[in-house]
């Protein structure tokens, strides 16, 4: 089984930015939707934008005109550019395919820390 692997993170002061980058299976990349997802100590993982096979995008409200989905097939990589990033951002973020299901476990990666503090 091939997993995701995510990397970009780091510590940032609030209204900075930073990009994620996520790799996985090829065909995952290529064909299916992805999602970038995140998750805080005690509470669930939540989707925050996904990108399908054919480049179309959702975002949660909370990530709506500061996160920007994308995926790069040549290189088998989707990005999650973030701006303006808030303290609310602090989590620790992985992608997968989206929607989740739990057929779907066998692929989390390590995820990628981002910690927005000043």
């Known amino acids: 089984q091939v997993k995701f692997v995510e990397s970009g993170g780091g510590l940032v002061q609030p209204g900075l930015s930073l990009r994620l980058s996520c790799t996985g299976s090829?065909?995952?990349?290529?064909?299916?939707?992805i999602g970038w997802y995140r998750q805080t100590p005690g509470k669930q993982r939540e989707l925050v934008a996904s990108?399908?096979?054919?480049?179309?995008?959702y975002y949660t409200d909370s990530a709506k005109g500061r996160f920007t989905i994308s995926r790069d097939n040549a290189k088998s990589t989707v990005y999650l550019q973030m701006n303006s990033l808030k303290p609310d951002d602090t989590a620790v973020y992985y992608c997968?395919?989206?929607?989740?299901?739990?057929?779907?476990?066998?692929?989390w990666g390590q995820g990628t820390q981002v910690t927005v503090s000043s």
């Open positions: 997968n395919l989206a929607p989740y299901s739990s057929y779907w476990d066998d692929y």
């Open positions: 090829t065909t995952f990349i290529k064909v299916y939707t």
């Open positions: 990108i399908t096979g054919d480049g179309s995008s």
